[in-house]
């Protein structure tokens, strides 16, 4: 099993978020079809279901290929990539329309309200899930593929 | 093969494979450190990786508003 080694990598590392797409999906169908809420959630799903998988299979690549020189953790390598979506996510979202800038705070979805006292803590919380989601996970299926 | 033949084998075996010598045994158990090993592998993740888990649900419950957010990055 020592072929293609950079395809399963692309593939362990999209195995989690397209795991989410369902969940994104229901919550669209709950939402927008059948509670009607005015909410614009279809755009909001561009980043997480067009953008997100394919970063973490190419993230995961990128491990794969800089581990023999880097020796970084799996886990370690993971958490360093919300430093890359975040700025990517919330561009994506201000271009959208679906993140708006407060004086005192974001306001996500035209509802959901995350004043800027919380958002760094939002970011080391995304750091830590991200270092556990990769360590465990993503870290787990590439042992199962092989390539760890 | 005829008897001649087996026993010829039987020679041939014995002159090329060493005398099994009784003390070259292990002076102790192996066992115990096999079954060291093996659970060495299922270890428990430790304290830190279950603290930040923790932090992760507790930072969630706090604020149930970030949980949204969350799921758009992910």
């Known amino acids: ?90 561009l994506t979202a201000s271009c959208l329309g679906i993140l708006a800038l407060g004086s005192r705070g974001v306001t996500w979805f035209q509802g959901v309200y995350v004043p800027y006292a919380l958002i760094a803590p939002c970011f080391l919380a995304a750091l830590a899930g991200y270092y556990l989601v990769w360590k465990y996970i993503v870290g787990f299926l590439n042992r199962v593929l092989g390539i760890a | 093969m005829n008897a001649n033949d087996e026993l010829r084998t039987k020679k041939l075996l014995q002159q090329s494979l060493p005398p099994v010598d009784r003390d070259s045994e292990p002076a102790r158990d192996l066992w115990p450190a096999v079954l060291r090993r093996l659970d060495a592998r299922t270890a428990a993740p430790p304290w830190f990786d279950w603290a930040l888990g923790a932090g992760l649900v507790a930072f969630a419950a706090f604020f149930p508003a970030s949980i949204p957010v969350f799921l758009y990055y992910l």
């Open chain 1, 1 to 90: 099993m020592n072929s293609h080694p950079y395809l399963r990598a692309f593939l362990a590392g999209i195995f989690v978020p397209t795991l989410i797409l369902p969940v994104f999906l229901t919550v669209f169908i709950v939402v927008r079809l059948w509670l009607q809420v005015p909410v614009p959630i279809e755009r909001g799903l561009v980043f997480p279901m067009a953008l997100v998988p394919a970063l973490w299979g190419l993230w995961n690549m990128l491990w794969l290929a800089s581990h023999p020189g880097t020796h970084l953790s799996i886990g370690a390598h993971g958490a360093v990539l919300p430093l890359l979506l975040m700025p990517a996510g919330t």
